[in-house]
């Protein structure tokens, strides 16, 4: 490293004002920063005192979400083995179709991503900000795994560009970039990221599928029951299978425990709030319950914990919904946003089969409302110490 120090430092001035290259300073300072941590402070203004920086933080929410992408990789070569008829496949077998599949759809997210932010860095002059670290990693995650790579291009670029940089950056975006990136998909090329065929790789292509065979969902399961006012056949397992993650799905979100391993690892960094996740947990499972009261069809009558072990909603509740950016900033804030979260999402799937995964809407609706809650709070604060002012005179 003291090698790697010193070749840094030779290099250096080159890139300052005045120096051949002082144009490209961004894109150096972004690499300089990246490999060791800065050697400057902040000294205007208000500013925290940490022992990380927002590039550490964000490499420790990269390592929360390595569990979760190997599991996605084991999974999606699992699934495409069963889709063929080769259930004996071995795990470094199933592991290493995942990796071929999966790893160019992550190697298409940071390119383009991290094009756009040096690009924009460049033209404005600015640093180059940290945190398409993390989104980069979460956009191939929500993603099925047969999307087509250009897709994952344009919606990446949309996302970057409409959900960060026109709001100025990494800290003043509105939206969560990566479900961002998920919606424009969706409603853009509905046909690529729902139905039964996308969550396997090579079923679309029809590779000599054995018949029978089923991509549906848990939640699509559920949905069909609901539309079709039947009741719920589940193709793919039950509550073990989805809490371990061997099912269709996103390549990310599909296991409950990888995503709880991450979880482990955001909370004991102190990276994430747990009263956001508790609270998203919590608000699902409530709104589950009302449900089971009520009753009215099949899917409203299912346990109210399957809803927390199907689709997006763990991986929503522990990497989605904790993004300190878009999420509220005060503690009752957090309460009150997480919670909503989880009812709203459980209440979208179940209202409208039609779109049977409702986190993705809820958590971007929330986002919207998240400085509006605050702004509240801080409010009910305010009047609650005005009050004590006048019981004191």
Not at 274 to 279: A, D
Not at 326 to 354: C, D, E, H, M
């Amino acid at each position: 490293m003291k090698g790697l120090r010193h070749f840094v430092d030779k290099i250096k001035p080159n890139f300052e004002k005045g120096g051949k290259f002082e144009k490209l300073h961004s894109s150096f300072d972004a690499f300089e920063t990246f490999l060791f941590v800065p050697n400057h402070v902040t000294r205007t203004g208000c500013h925290v005192r940490d022992c990380i920086d927002l590039k550490r933080m964000m490499i420790v929410v990269v390592m929360a979400l390595l569990p979760a992408l190997l599991f996605g990789m084991y999974n999606t070569g699992l699934q495409h083995f069963r889709a063929v008829g080769m259930a004996d496949a071995s795990l470094m077998q199933c592991f290493g179709f995942g990796l071929w599949k999966v790893l160019p759809i992550i190697i298409v997210s940071y390119v383009v991503g991290l094009g756009i932010e040096f690009i924009s860095a460049q033209i404005r002059h600015h640093e180059v900000n940290e945190g398409f670290l993390v989104s980069g990693m979460l956009i191939p995650m929500v993603m099925p795994v047969d999307v087509p790579l250009w897709m994952v291009a344009v919606a990446t670029a949309f996302a970057v560009i409409i959900g960060k940089e026109v709001f100025g950056g990494t800290g003043m975006n509105v939206f969560n970039p990566a479900l961002l990136a998920r919606a424009f998909i969706f409603f853009a090329y509905t046909p690529y990221i729902s139905g039964e065929k996308i969550w396997i790789a090579g079923l679309t292509k029809g590779e000599g599928i054995v018949d029978g065979f089923s991509g549906a969902t848990p939640l699509s399961d559920a949905a069909s029951a609901a539309l079709t006012h039947s009741e719920i056949h589940w193709t793919m397992g039950g509550p073990w299978d989805w809490f371990i993650g061997t099912i269709p799905g996103c390549i990310g979100e599909t296991s409950t425990l990888a995503i709880l391993i991450g979880a482990a690892i955001l909370l004991w960094t102190g990276i994430a709030s747990w009263r956001v996740m508790l609270s998203v947990f919590a608000g699902g499972y409530l709104m589950g319950l009302l449900f089971n009261l009520i009753g009215a069809n099949a899917y409203m009558e299912i346990p109210a914990y399957y809803h927390l072990l199907m689709g997006g909603f763990a991986f929503g509740a522990v990497f989605m919904a904790t993004d300190p950016v878009t999420g509220s900033q005060t503690n009752t804030g957090k309460w009150i946003y997480g919670f909503l979260i989880g009812s709203l999402a459980v209440l979208i799937r179940v209202i409208n089969p039609g779109y049977p995964e409702g986190m993705m809407l809820s958590i971007l609706f929330m986002n919207a409302v998240a400085p509006l809650i605050d702004y509240y709070v801080v409010q009910a604060n305010m009047n609650r110490r005005a009050r004590r002012v006048k019981v004191a005179q």
